[in-house]
């Protein structure tokens, strides 16, 4: 008999909040482990040390910040919905008295001159999706343009807060990189021969020690996860359609480098790092919203408002 994985639907939505707790959990113990064990106390040592100190707080409370801010950015932010009723903007009436047929069928109408525009019939929502949208089983609704439904954030990646989520992997890494680096001196406590560099007690070294561990850790598969979406963006592509094998050399989305990283991060560079859209952002590109995406047989015309 084999196994039905959405059956662990279910106990992915069990998590919820334990796995918020679980984040902030691992963040207050590094912030024991930096700045109560270490370079709190390091402030009132005085000269080079206190300017060490005073440089390594400052970035790692900034960076923390930024991290908190785009992680429940991506928590509380709604990926993005198909909105109830939607349909495409194309003739279906044909197809309204019969929408149980398409659905046991999963008829498929295609948009425009691209095979990729398809809009589907979802079975388990009982209308039509969008573009680039997926059910998730994990939050039991469509999403426009899913990335992935992520535990760690307990929501969906989509349209809405994907700049968020990439932006909540740029600032792990570095803030992972800043503790596993800070930590390093003290670290290598651990394997000298005598007594005389430990000026920590030996409960403030043992946290210091698991801390480093996970800080490199956290550092090392966070980067990996960050070239790889580093990539999806270069080709304004999802992770589900990379894993569905869409992105072909014609991969209609693709409209360039440049164009592809401010559908996703907006125009404006004063805010690219920061998990915030200006109100022209959210005007202008129609992939923010998920409903309407440019294709590269539309790249040459403007944007229409949404």
Known sequence: MAWNVFKFCTALRALGSIMILIVIGIIGFTYYAVVVANYGPALFLGGFDSVLALLVLAMFHFLLVMLLWSYFSV????????????????????????????????????????????????????QYKPPRSHHCSVCGRCILKMDHHCVWVVNCVGAMNYKSFLLFLFYTFLETTVVAISLLPVFLVFFSDGDD???????????????FVLNIAFALSVLGFLIMHIMLVKRNTTTIEAYEKHTAPNWPYDLGGKTNFEQVFGRDKMYWFLPLYTEDDMKRLPALRGLDFTSRSEESEPLQSL
Do not use: M
């Open 75 to 126: 928590v509380v932010t709604d990926p993005g919905g198909v909105p109830p009723g939607w349909r495409p903007e194309l003739d279906i009436e044909k197809s309204e008295g019969n929408q149980q047929a398409i659905a046991e069928a999963n008829t498929s109408i295609s948009v425009g001159d691209s095979s990729c525009h398809i809009v589907r019939y979802c079975r388990k929502c009982n």
């Open 197 to 211: 560099d430990i000026t920590v007690s030996p409960g403030s070294l043992a946290a210091t020690f698991v801390a």
